[in-house]
């Protein structure tokens, strides 16, 4: 079923992508000419436009640079396409002409290939959304535009006439909505968003100046990527138009498994994970991506701080000095401190007791603490919330998963001492909102509020 379904789909979004392609390319003809670049670019907008609508409800991206690339890809599939079907038909007769022939063709589908990858990686090469009907309202209403504008027998003064009242008119639209709107992502200050993603982790944060941070994408499984289906149409949702920084605990792919989708939309400046090489083709998509992308790659090593709009990012963990690293993936996890004010945050990744034995001591009182391993009785163990003393502490875990996450042993310890509990597989997604000195939680059905500097038991 779900492959006839994507046959079908396949079939509609090329027999709109001819319409759209013919329709506008005839307008062109008409209106300035027969030459090749007017039926190019009218040729790709026109099949663009009419795909967008499609490409936006079901995959939350519509490309545009391909309008661009296609001066050069169309000429390079008129040479290949020939090449590739003569060297078919001389292969039985001329088996030395058509390995000629299939060596030029490869050469210039090589080059097919190299233009798409460098197109993608390219600033603003595509428009982010999320994945819902929603998003193909505007590209429906782009599309009829422009079908008005260059309606039967239009001059191109009729049609510039027309796309310039009805841009004007939806720039005037768009300015009332986001006036009428509250902001986009809650108060002002530092957002931290621990995303519900099923049975893996991926927090998204905010800075004060509107720059993104991702820990950890979600899981990927066959039929499902959190990274497509959850993190990418959060951001997008929020307008962020790239990624400053995205962490990656460790190559497990309940944490790893959407990071791939997530370069694939976003342009990305610097990512950081473990670089523990495991044998795992999830891992190797992962580093393809950040080459293709062009995003700088770091180790994540202790040590390591980066500051951005006040926020700092500091990796406690992992410790290649350590005597234990390479033993335990999940060992070697990041643990990440995250600061702003007096406000103090520690993202554990699925370190365990071990590696909160190596960083006791080093640590102190945190406001906030996303419990480690998901809530494992492995990790978050007696001494270390006694160091840390949270006053909220949240648990990213999947409804049913066949763990048992969150151990009762955890929630005991956490109740034990007060703190606040805040899980993903009773209350969805939770987001935190702080100007560093006051905190706000809130997740479906609940909130609370309490100064970062409250103990555990504040009500937070």
């Not at 492959?3 to 709109?16: D, E, H, I, N, Q």
């Not at 590739?84 to 001329?94: C, G, H, I, N, V």
């Not at 000629?100 to 090589?110: E, H, K, W, Y």
């Not at 006791?360 to 001494?383: D, F, I, N, W, Y």
């Amino acid at each position: 079923g779900a492959f006839r379904l994507g046959v079908s789909m396949s079939f509609a979004a090329l027999a709109l992508a001819l319409w759209g392609a013919m329709t506008f390319a005839r307008w062109s003809d008409r209106a300035l000419g027969t030459g090749w670049h007017w039926r190019t670019l009218f040729g790709s907008v026109g099949a663009t436009l009419a795909t967008a609508p499609v490409t936006a409800a079901l995959f939350g991206t519509v490309s545009l640079v391909g309008i661009g690339l296609n001066f050069v890809a169309i000429p390079l599939a008129a040479l290949a396409v020939p090449g590739l079907f003569l060297s078919l038909l001389a292969m039985p007769l001329l088996p030395a002409v058509a390995e000629r022939l299939a060596a030029g063709t490869g050469v210039l589908l090589a080059a097919l290939d190299q233009l798409a990858w460098l197109g993608g990686g390219l600033p603003h090469a595509y428009v982010a959304q999320p994945v819902a009907w929603t998003s193909a309202l505007p590209w429906v209403g782009l599309l009829g535009l422009a079908r008005w504008s260059c309606a039967g027998r239009n001059t191109a003064g009729v049609a510039f006439h027309r796309w310039a009242q009805g841009l004007a008119l939806a720039a005037w639209c768009g300015a009332a909505a986001a006036l009428g709107s509250r902001a986009s992502d809650g108060p002002p200050g530092l957002a931290l968003h621990f995303l519900d993603v099923g049975q893996g982790d991926a927090a998204v944060l905010r800075t004060p100046g509107g720059r993104w941070v991702v820990v950890d994408a979600g899981p990927r499984s066959e039929g499902w990527d959190a990274g497509r289906r959850v993190v990418a149409p959060f951001l997008a949702g929020r307008r962020a138009g790239r990624i400053t920084l995205l962490v990656v605990s460790h190559a497990h792919a309940d944490h790893l498994g959407g990071a791939p989708a997530l370069l694939e939309r976003f342009p990305t400046e610097l990512a950081i994970e473990p670089a523990e090489l495991v044998a795992d083709p999830l891992y190797t998509e992962f580093l393809d991506q950040v080459a293709v992308q062009g995003a700088a790659w770091r180790p994540a090593r202790q040590g390591m701080s980066i500051e951005l709009d006040s926020v700092r990012f500091t990796l406690l963990h992992p410790d290649t000095a350590w005597s234990r690293w390479r033993l335990d993936l999940n060992e070697d996890s990041v643990v990440l401190l995250v600061e702003y004010g007096g406000f103090r945050a520690l993202l554990s990744g699925d370190a365990g007791l071990r590696a909160e034995e190596r960083r006791e001591g080093r640590v102190g009182r945190v406001a906030l603490l996303k419990v480690g391993h998901h809530g494992s009785r492995s990790a978050t163990g007696p001494a270390w919330l006694e160091e840390l003393k949270p006053a909220v502490a949240v648990v990213s875990s999947g409804t049913g998963n066949p763990y048992g996450h969150p151990h009762r042993e955890v929630l005991d310890r956490l109740a034990s001492r007060g703190i606040s509990v805040w899980r993903t597989d009773e209350l969805g997604s939770v987001s935190v909102w702080t100007d560093g000195r006051v905190m706000e939680v809130e997740a479906r059905g609940r909130r609370g509020r309490c100064p970062v500097a409250a103990a555990a038991g504040s009500g937070c």
